[in-house]
């Protein structure tokens, strides 16, 4: 789910976006923009950010008036633990996302 897309689901007439949405906001905005491959650490930074303020809002939301965006965005949420964890459980080579992070002449333990 892009931040576009976020902002248009749980847009509410006459209600300004509070601070927690404001943060998912601007969080979907730099997760998105951002790639496992070469920005893993802040990738997550991002992904966690999405999750803490999400749980955080619905914590403190009392209208209820957002609800349908903050399921639609959980579900996005849970497709990508989803993903992760599918890639994880994969042999090291087919995980791209870590990169070579200064492993040059590391002997891994599958490689042969």
């Known amino acids: 789910m892009s931040a576009a897309e976020f902002k248009a689901q749980s847009a509410v007439a006459?209600?300004?976006r509070g601070l927690m949405v404001r943060a998912i906001d601007a969080a979907l905005e730099k997760y998105v923009a951002l790639t496992w491959d070469a920005n893993y650490p802040a990738?997550?930074?991002e992904?966690?950010?999405v999750i803490k303020n999400a749980y955080d809002h619905l914590l403190a939301s009392r209208s209820?008036?957002?609800?349908?965006a903050f399921r639609a965005l959980g579900v996005?949420?849970?497709?990508v633990v989803r993903q992760l964890a599918v890639r994880s459980s994969q042999?090291?080579?087919s995980m791209p996302y870590y990169g070579d992070r200064g492993l040059q002449g590391v002997k891994l333990r599958n490689a042969g």
């Open 47 to 49: 992904f966690v950010a």
């Open 76 to 79: 996005r949420i849970l497709e």
């Open 43 to 45: 990738k997550l930074g």
């Open 91 to 93: 042999p090291w080579p």
């Open 14 to 16: 006459w209600k300004v």
């Open 64 to 68: 209820g008036s957002r609800t349908a």
